[in-house]
């Protein structure tokens, strides 16, 4: 019985599933989920992170680890922490950059890798084999250990599962999966309505068929990296596409082979993510007592030296690699491509503050 054919049996059984229970089967079941049984990244899987398009993006990342690291007052012992580390790529260039900038960093530096997979464990322990004496694996965030805390996630949030809410005969209602006739999965209205104080401002004038999304997975993921921050102190960084505003819209997309597929064709087949809400990532944190500061991807990188980078791993290179240097500069921080979309998430403790984020 494949993944399709078993969520079928559980609507039969249970009745119209949601969204958010749609998209943890495909993604995490243990047997076809997406991420326990594929190979999702770079040009031979089906999309490429920022970490994979270039060794600049996990160098200056590790730059801003430093800068947090002396913000906390240069601790002798502190966590090292990536959650959702993906093939190891950011952290292994992290790893190298802060080494030769900042020794005593990484001689403070106890490194934790979040990761639910137990295949991907594995890929990010073949990619870190030189660092992995010193480097811990852990299931949960919870499993971390104490003290002054530097967190970082590349597209963590947008793989939690998010519940979608559509506008009908003027009111919001959970949007469910269901099965036609002929077995198909469609998507239908439920009967469960929404707490009105949830919804953004004029939500009563939106559209008949406006869909309203919202992840209480990822509030409570952000809760818990929030209050382990404001009880030990710390930063956390967080890159993931999304918005900074409520809004209404569908964004719930699935994506296979670097290419958009639909949503419901294969189950478990392609990557499903919705965009981030960010505006409820920072209210989340600021509930645990944090300092919240966002920008985009593009605006962080080019202030952490993006362009001075470029420019002296193009120095004395052939043409053909100052062209991809250059082309790689524009995937990260072009305004058109992941520079204005992906945004960048700052969450320290109140008397910690990093640059190049605003102190609030």
């Not at 490194?111 to 073949?126: A, F, G, K, P, W």
């Not at 707490?195 to 004029?202: E, N, V």
């Not at 505003?245 to 919705?274: E, K, M, N, Y």
Request: aromatic share 8%; charged share 20%.
């Amino acid at each position: 019985m494949n993944l399709k054919q078993r969520i079928i049996r559980q609507i039969e059984t249970t009745g119209p599933i949601s969204v958010a229970e749609y998209m943890a089967m495909c993604l995490f079941d243990r047997d076809a989920g997406y991420y326990t049984t594929r190979e999702p990244f770079g040009k031979d899987g089906d999309f490429v992170t920022a970490p994979e398009v270039s060794q600049m993006f996990g160098e200056l990342v590790g730059v801003w680890c430093v800068n947090a690291w002396q913000a906390l007052g240069a601790p002798d012992r502190f966590i090292l922490c990536e959650m959702g580390p993906g093939r190891g790529t950011l952290m292994k260039d992290l790893i190298r950059a802060t080494s030769k900038l900042a020794p005593g960093f990484i001689a403070a530096a106890k490194i934790h890798m979040v990761e639910i997979s137990e295949r991907l464990t594995e890929i990010q322990q073949t990619t870190l084999d030189v660092h992995r004496h010193a480097i811990e694996w852990n299931k949960q965030f919870s499993d971390i250990g104490s003290g002054p805390l530097v967190f970082v996630a590349n597209e963590l949030f947008d793989a939690i599962p998010t519940r979608q809410y559509v506008k009908i005969n003027n009111g919001f209602v959970e949007r469910m999966l269901a099965f036609d006739t002929e077995k198909n999965l469609v998507f239908v209205g439920g009967s469960g309505p929404i707490d009105q104080t949830l919804l953004p401002p004029a939500s009563d004038i939106a559209p008949q068929g406006s869909i309203f999304e919202i992840s209480p997975a990822r509030s409570a993921l952000m809760q818990e990296i929030a209050g382990r921050i404001h009880e030990n102190r710390g930063a956390a960084l967080l890159f993931d596409y999304g918005h900074l505003q409520q809004g209404f819209g569908d964004t719930l997309q699935a994506l296979s082979r670097h290419t958009s597929v639909d949503v419901l064709h294969i189950p478990g087949s392609a990557d499903l993510t919705t965009h981030v809400d960010f505006y409820s990532l920072a209210q989340a944190a600021r509930a645990e007592g944090c300092k919240t500061s966002a920008t985009t991807q593009g605006e962080f990188l080019v202030a952490m030296g993006l362009l001075d980078r470029a420019g002296a791993l193009g120095q004395d290179k052939s043409g053909a690699i100052q062209d991809q240097i250059h082309a790689d500069v524009e995937r990260l921080a072009g305004p058109d491509q992941m520079g204005t979309l992906f945004k960048a998430l700052c969450v320290t403790d109140p008397a910690t503050h990093i640059f190049p984020f605003e102190a609030k």
